[in-house]
């Protein structure tokens, strides 16, 4: 079965902060790849840091590994952000979101990012030592 995210305008989906540890391909529309890592991810779509900017609307395919398996799903290039990563470098970041996912594409997307805010959650139940005296 397929899956299409859908966005709550009531509250966004959980993400996942990666800092560009992941890598990622993204697959344009007349056959082209472009090279990109992930910055953050969600189950409604994420962010890519690429070396030039994509144009906003066209629908692409992005591949990438999670811990829970490999991820290809269809997404719609967003909004570049307006700023570079870094003052000397002509990078950008591109939000993307999500069109289609696969069974097993959404199955390892959801447990990674599940993994993840249960990791969050634990670590913020934890009470310092020293606030335990």
Same mark, same amino acid.
């Given at each position: 079965?397929?899956?299409?995210?859908?966005?709550?305008?009531?509250?966004?989906?959980?993400?996942?902060?990666?800092?560009g540890s992941v890598p990622a391909i993204v697959m344009l529309?007349?056959?082209?790849?472009?090279?990109?890592?992930?910055? %953050?991810? &969600?189950? =409604?779509?994420g962010l890519l840091h690429l070396t030039k900017s994509l144009n906003?609307?066209?629908?692409?395919e992005v591949a990438f590994q999670m811990q829970h398996g490999a991820v290809r799903v269809m997404a719609e290039r967003l909004s570049p952000l307006?700023?570079?990563?870094?003052? %000397?470098? &002509?990078? =950008?970041?591109?939000?993307f979101r999500f069109i289609a996912?696969?069974?097993?594409?959404?199955?390892?997307?959801?447990?990674?990012?599940?993994?993840a805010?249960?990791?969050s959650f634990l670590k913020v139940r934890q009470r310092p030592s020293f606030l335990s005296k």
């Open positions: 079965m397929t899956h299409f995210p859908q966005t709550q305008s009531q509250r966004r989906a959980p993400r996942i902060q990666l800092g529309e007349d056959g082209q790849r472009a090279k990109a890592n992930l910055q %953050t991810v &969600s189950v =409604t779509g906003q609307g066209d629908f692409v307006p700023r570079p990563v870094s003052k %000397t470098s &002509s990078d =950008t970041r591109q939000a996912l696969g069974d097993d594409d959404h199955r390892a997307l959801r447990m990674a990012v599940d993994s805010s249960d990791l």
